[in-house]
């Protein structure tokens, strides 16, 4: 095994000691599992917690910050965190306006961030929650009933933590966090398994030689595996996907997401292709993002996630961001 940690039971805790060490404006409680904002509870402001299990860096703590999440609750590697967790992450960040729990759909995420509303509404905290559910690859798969829940999180992290920095109530970033999702979609592929540091070795096997269509973020199955195929006919199975489903009659935002281990240079090539495909097909695309931010540990892949922009979403993607990942309008 050659990984870059002390010992599997304390790689967490390590990185969140890193994290906070790395950007001291946020409040990072290691024991607790909860990275929060410097300044907050913001008054007047609706909080956005989210969360889910580590190893999909930046993806939840590196959203955390001015104009995207008030706070992150990150689990064990690739298990969900606990109701106690969300429901801490809730009470640092309710100033009053309620909290908007952003949640991939994932059964553990979704059944333990169930739990959690019921002990922050407990303690009176409005809450309200949104489920993210936009990969088309598979319907069910191991961890999950419906659709998984991908790269769309970043976009909805992201335009509805603007929303609520703009200071629109709780039923309003609601509404806008559901429509980010409803005009989302997501597929990925897999060149490589993924390795836990718990188990050492690949979670899966994937032959040398072949990838997998439509893997989830935890290595589970897609829809089908292929003899290695180029970066432009990878484009065309996963954006063609994407757009079956889509189909999308405004100009869309694009994630080219990478899976970990890809390289920058692999996913701009790759980028080139996708955007090939997308004016092929007469889409036009208004913004994209490209690098490693919803991340399968050391899987090397990417996904393509495409939003139907409209005038309100450019808007709030383009409203000013300040987090560890995703940095521009400051």
């Known amino acids: 095994m050659r990984m870059l940690i002390n010992v599997p039971e ?14 001291p404006g946020l409040n ?17 402001k609706v909080g956005l917690v989210s969360g889910g299990g580590s190893g999909h860096e930046p993806l939840h703590g590196g959203f955390v910050g001015v104009g995207m999440l008030s706070a992150a609750c990150p689990g064990e590697v690739f298990t969900s965190p606990v109701p106690d967790q969300m429901a801490r992450a809730a009470a640092a960040v309710d100033s009053g306006a309620g909290v908007l729990f952003v949640v991939k759909n994932y059964t553990g995420d979704v059944l333990n961030f169930d739990m959690a509303q019921e ?4 303690e009176g905290v409005q809450v309200a929650k949104v489920l993210v559910n936009d990969d088309v690859a598979v319907q069910d798969s191991l961890y999950t009933a419906g659709r998984r829940g991908t790269g769309a999180t970043l976009f909805v992290e992201k335009i509805a ?7 629109a109530p709780l039923e309003r970033v609601e509404a806008v966090a559901r429509r980010v999702n409803e005009r989302s979609r997501s597929f990925g592929v897999a060149l490589s398994a993924v390795t836990t540091p718990a188990k050492g070795t690949p979670t899966f ?3 040398s030689g072949e990838l997998e269509l439509g893997i989830g973020i935890h290595g589970e199955p897609g829809r089908e595996r292929r003899p290695m195929m180029t970066s432009r006919e990878i484009a065309d199975f996963a954006v063609n996907a994407v757009l079956e489903d ?8 694009a994630l080219v997401n990478g899976m970990g ?5 692999e996913l701009y090539g790759f980028n080139a ?7 092929e097909r007469g889409v036009p695309v208004a913004r994209t993002l490209v690098g490693n931010y919803v991340t399968s540990l050391d899987m090397a892949g990417c996904s393509v996630t495409l939003c139907e922009a409209d005038e309100e979403i450019l808007r709030l993607w383009d409203a000013p961001v300040e987090t560890p990942a995703l940095r521009w309008g400051r």
């Open 10 to 23: 304390t790689v967490v805790a390590d990185g969140l000691r890193g994290l906070a060490a790395a950007h």
């Open 28 to 44: 990072v409680d290691v024991e607790n599992r909860v990275v929060v904002r410097g300044d907050a509870p913001v008054v007047g």
């Open 119 to 122: 002990l922050a509404e407990d």
């Open 161 to 167: 933590g603007a929303a609520a920095e703009e200071g």
């Open 205 to 207: 096997d994937l032959p």
């Open 246 to 253: 889509l189909q999308p009659s405004s100009p869309v935002l």
């Open 261 to 265: 281990a890809t390289p920058l240079l």
């Open 273 to 279: 292709e996708v955007h090939r495909v997308l004016a």
